[in-house]
């Protein structure tokens, strides 16, 4: 019969992130300093990504429109919110997922929830037409174009 026992802090998915946190802390603070103090500190904040690191995006610029690409592979559709506002624009993903364990008669003894979310907000130099914007989400890439303002011209007597 197995025993009810609350999960030590290694094996409780919410403490993981921390724990990772906390090893390259250690590891920064442990290692002899051969490189430049500064260099260390840079690739402890590259590796130390506590909360999933979000994703990548790459921002394209011509003279009529910027072109934002996001890499989010295995993510669908539905989780994606793109949000645009007079200059700039937010990216979230959200991923809910819920794992349940059942004994040979169904009965439910373990039940997960975990809910992970990441943003990107992209500012632009210049207005943006908020009511041409297109998205396209394709092969796990999500490319967002967005046309620039048009100024008025204004003629001189």
């Known amino acids: 019969m197995p025993e009810n026992r609350p999960p030590k802090k290694d094996e409780h998915p919410l403490f993981e992130p921390f724990a990772q946190l ?7 603070f442990s290692e002899r300093p051969d490189k430049n103090f500064l260099q260390n500190m840079d690739e402890f904040f590259l590796h130390s990504k506590p909360f999933g ?36 624009i937010t990216i979230t993903v959200s991923h809910r997922e819920t794992l ?16 992970k979310q990441s943003s990107r907000t992209i500012p632009f130099s210049k207005p943006i037409d908020q009511s041409k914007v ?23 007597d």
């Open 53 to 88: 690191g979000g994703f990548v995006t790459e921002l394209k610029e011509n003279e009529k429109e910027y072109i934002v690409q996001a890499q989010l592979p295995g993510t669908k559709k539905d989780q994606i919110n793109i949000e645009i506002l007079p200059q700039y």
């Open 100 to 115: 349940t364990k059942e004994d040979k008669t169904n009965t439910v003894f373990q039940q997960r929830e975990s809910w």
């Open 134 to 156: 297109l998205a396209n989400y394709e092969d796990g890439v999500l490319t967002v174009t967005i046309p620039k303002k048009k100024g008025k011209k204004v003629n001189i």
């Open 22 to 28: 906390m090893n390259n802390m250690n590891r920064l």
